[in-house]
C-alpha cells in the first residue's frame, strides 16, 4: 500500500518547477508512504511515490523501471498472483528486486495494455512508455485502491488522494455543492455509471476502467478491461450444478482468496466484529497463521453483541483478540479533531463509523507498529444478498424467505433508475414503454436479471463510500487494508450462480453461511446481521457526533455555514432548526442529513483555505483508551469487569439505579444555558449545558418531572444511558438534588425571571 500522484503534459511549453509541485504533491499523501519517498520526471510527464513496504521491504523502492528504462510504472495497491505471473512470461526478463509489482512491467512488454487483464489484486498505477509516449492510469477490477484525474486541454494531473491533485497550479480546488446535494448518487446505477466526486472538475476511474494517452492524439481514450455488465449477460440456464457444488467451490474460493491476501514481509492483522462476514476471514486465515485480530468496544458494540461475538469468535478459533475501548472523548473528539477527519476522508459521509474505524487503525499503529496490513470483511453484504431483506423490511430473513418481493423491489428501482435524467420526461408513459429502449436512450444496456443491476449499484456504492473510507481511514494511519470478498474471483463466481439458485444462496447471505458451516459452530455462523450505529437504544454515537457538533459553543456548525458558498446555497436558519431538532431528539433521526450538510460546508471552506507553503504536519499518535486481550489473564479479567459494569444498570436501561428526585426540589431555567437547582429555596447545584452529558442530565430530570421523579424511569423512555451519565448523576446526588428514599417528592420548573420576582 502507498501513494502516487503526478501530471502529464500536452503541452510540454508550460513553465513549471516540476519537482517543487512534485514534492507539494507528494506531502499531501505523506501518510501513505511514511518509508520512502521518490521523485520521477520527464519532459512529458512527473511522477511522486510515497512507499509503505510490505512485499521486498529493502528492494522493491518505487518507481521501478525496466531493464532498458524506457517504461516506469508506480503502483498502488498489491499483486496477489505476481508468481503465476512471472513464470507466465515468454521473454528474458531482468528482475531488480522481490517486489511483487514489478512483474506488471514485463507482462506490460509482452502484451501491451492487455497485460492488466491477467492481474489478481487490488490496485491503481500509472505507466509512462517513453519509446511508444504512451501514458496509462488503470485501476483494479472493483475500484479497491483510489484513483482521482483532473483532465484539461494542457495536462492530466492525477493522484490516489483527491487532495493530492490540488497544488499542480491550475487544478481545481472547489467544492461542488451542486453534486454533493444530488440525492440520485446512490440510486440503481446503469452499466455506464460514474464514480462521481464532490470537487469540481476531479473525477475518479472506476473500478476495471483504464485511460490511456498516446503521442499526438488530442485527449486520452477511457476505456473498460472488465465489467459487471459483460460478466452477467453469460447465460447460466444451461448450469446443472446443485447448490451444494456451489457451495463448496465458493468455500475453496474465498479460503484460496485468504491465503493470497496473507502475503507479505510485514504483521497482519484482521478487524473481528463478530458477525459472520470478519469471522469467516478469521476462521481461514487461522488455517494458515495465527494473526491478531481487533474489535471496538463501546456501548453500541455491546448493546449489539458484536464485542461478546468477537471475543467468543477469537477465542472458537484460537486468535488473539484485541477489545479497544473507543468512546467519545469531549476534551480530544473537538472541532479540529472533526475537521481533520473530514478532511482526510474526503466525503461529507463521513460520521460514527470512520471516526471508530479511524481510532482502531490508531491503536493498531501505536500498539503494533510492525503490523501493516489489516484484512476486512468488505464486500460480502454488497455481493452475497446481506442486504436482501432489508429491502423489504424483513427483521428476521433466517426465519422467512422473501426473495420473490425483494426482486419485485428491485425490479422497480431499475425501472425508477431508467426514467432518471434525460429519461424523467418519458415518466408519465413509463408502463408503456419498454425498458431496452429506456436504457439505450441513456447510452446503456439492462442486465439480464435485476439481480445483476442490484449488485452494479452496490458496486458503484463500494468506490463511492464503503471502500473509500476504509482506505483513507487505515492509510491515515500507514496501514494497509485487504478485502478478501472482492478477489474478482469471487465476484465473477457469485455473477456465474444460475438464476434458479438465487432464492436459496443470496436470501441471507446462505452461500457464505452454508460454506463455514463445517468450519464454525452454529451461533457464529447464523449469527444475524445486527445494526451498529444509531439504530439502536443506547445512541453513544449519536450522543458522540452531536457532543462533536455542539463543542466550542457549536464552532463546527459556524465553521461550516460560514463558507462563502455555504452562505449562498444553506438557509442557515432551517440547518439551525434542524441541529435543535437533533440534539433533542434521543433517536437523533435526523443526523444524517446535518452532518452530511455540516461536512459539506467543512469541505467547501477547507477547499478555499488550503496552502501549500509549508510541509505537511504528521501528528504525533496518543493512545486515550484501554484495549482488552484475551491472550492475557489481566485482559480477560478487565473485559469480564467492563461488560458487567456496562450490564449493571442503565447501559441496557434493565436494571434500576433506584434514584428519585429529591423533596422540595425546585428547577429553573435562566435562558441562557444554565439551570439552577433549588432544593428547599437553597442553591444546591448549577448546571451549564457546556456539553452532552449535562445536556442530557437536564432532560433527565425534567422528564422525572411527569414520572413521580422516578430516574429510572425518565432514562428508559429517554434511551440513555445511566454509565454515560454517571459523573452528572454523581454531582447531583451528592447536592442532594437525587436521593434513594422513595418519599413523595415536591418538584417545580420556572424562569429565573420568575423566582426573581418572588
Known sequence: MCGFAGFFLYDRSLPLDKAAILHRMGEQIAHRGPDDHQLFCSAETGIVFRRLSIVDPDGGRQPLTNEDGSVTLVVNGEIYNFKDLARSLKGDHHFKSRSDCEVLLHLYEERGVDFLGCINGMFALALYDSRKKIFLLARDRMGIKPLYYSLSRSRL?????????????????????????????KTYAAANYEVETCFRGIRQLRGGEYLITEDGA?????????SLQDLSCEASAADGRTAAQLVAEYRELLADAVRLMLLGDVEIGLFLSGGIDSTAIAALAARQTSIRTFSVLNPDTIECSDARYSWNAADCIGLPNHQVCIAYDAGRHDAAYWKNLVWQCETYECGAEQLYKYELYRYVKQCFPDLKVVLIGQGSDEFNGGYAHKYVGEGNPE???RWSEFEQIISGMEHTGLLSGNNHALNGFRRYIDRDYLADLQGSSRPPHPWYGYLQMHAKNLQVYQLLHEDRTAMANGI?????????????????????????????KQILRRAMAGLLPADLCNRPKVPFIFDNKVNSSGRMLTGILGANDEELLHYALEDNQAKHILDAAQVGKLWDRVRNDPHYREMDELRYLVNMGILSRMAGEITFDHAAVVKKITLPVPAYSNTEPAGRNGFRDYMKEEDSGAAKNGAPTGLLLADEVRILNEMNGSWYLFRSDELAEIIRETDEANRDWIRVLLHALHNQGVIDQSLADLSLSHQDLTKAIKK?????????????RKIQVSKLSDHEQQ
Open 157 to 185: 494531473v492525477f493522484g490516489s488522494e483527491i487532495k493530492a491533485l490540488f497544488p499542480f497550479p491550475d487544478c481545481p480546488c472547489e467544492f461542488n455543492w451542486q453534486e454533493a446535494l444530488d440525492g440520485t448518487r
Open 732 to 744: 447531583s446526588f451528592k447536592a442532594g438534588i437525587v436521593c434513594r428514599p422513595a418519599r413523595r
Open 399 to 401: 426465519l422467512r424467505n
Open 480 to 508: 494497509e487494508n485487504r478485502v478478501p470478498f472482492l478477489d474478482h474471483r469471487i465476484v465473477e463466481f457469485i455473477l456465474r450462480v444460475p438464476q434458479a439458485h438465487f432464492p436459496e444462496l443470496f436470501w441471507n
Open 218 to 226: 488530442d485527449a486520452p481514450l477511457i476505456k473498460n478491461y472488465w
